[in-house]
């Protein structure tokens, strides 16, 4: 297992991590031959929040609460 870094490290990768594409907008089409290396890059900055106690899912979320939809549940 993987020590958990910093806050403002966290911080920091949480907010690049929006900037990311999403795993499916990846395709060969767009990336070429390097396709499979971004999916790969994507997936490990994915392990290195869930390391961290941060759902990867919820990080647009939390770092742009403005522009992001309220709950209807």
Do not use: C, W
Request: aromatic share 10%.
């Amino acid at each position: 297992m993987s020590e958990k870094i910093s806050q403002s490290s966290l911080n920091a990768l949480k907010i690049a991590f929006t900037y990311m594409p999403k795993s499916i907008e990846v395709t060969k089409f767009e990336y070429g031959d390097s396709y499979q290396k971004v999916l790969d890059h994507i997936e490990v900055v994915r392990e290195m929040l869930l390391i961290n106690d941060v759902d990867p899912d919820e990080v647009y979320g939390e770092i742009n609460p403005e522009n992001t939809p309220n709950s209807t549940y």
